[in-house]
């Protein structure tokens, strides 16, 4: 029995959603919608008593994927590890398809993103690369070889 219908979202919480936004609409996401959320239901579900949270819901262009950005407006945000490496325990990136890894690389070392590693490939099948992006945000960028 399967309890899973379908993949939904990935949800990130920032402290700068203007900034982790625009991050991601740069790399081809689209903004879906962008509203406040407080109250029982919030409440509720994140466990935190009188939460008051913006969110901006981000897609992919063919559909498939979503991230969901947050910003806490109450309480004050906890810092996280903007530093983590591929092993600490957590959310480990969020993975994107892209026609050329060293493009987006370029772009964002231009905007003052890193590479967390090099650029590696893999079987001849894939080129990879992670990236960091805002608030230490790890972007994984995979690059599929050999189509034409």
């Known amino acids: 029995m399967s309890f899973v219908r379908r993949f939904d979202h990935v949800g990130i919480t920032v402290a700068d959603l203007d900034v982790a936004c625009a991050f991601f609409v740069a790399l081809g996401l689209q903004v879906e919608g962008r509203t406040f959320v407080e109250g029982e ?26 991230v969901e950005l947050s910003r806490f407006v109450r309480p004050e945000p906890v810092t996280g590890s903007p530093t983590a490496m591929a092993n600490e325990l957590g959310l480990r990136n969020v993975a994107f398809e892209v026609d050329d890894v060293y493009a987006v690389v370029e772009w964002a070392a231009n905007e003052g993103y890193g590479l967390v590693g090099g650029i590696g490939e893999y079987e001849g099948a894939w080129r990879m690369a992670y990236v960091r992006g805002p608030e230490g945000i790890i972007v994984s960028l995979a690059e599929r070889l050999g189509q034409s």
């Open 41 to 66: 239901f919030l409440d509720t579900v994140c466990g935190i008593p009188d939460s008051r949270t913006e969110i901006v819901m981000l897609t992919s262009p063919d559909g498939g994927a979503r």
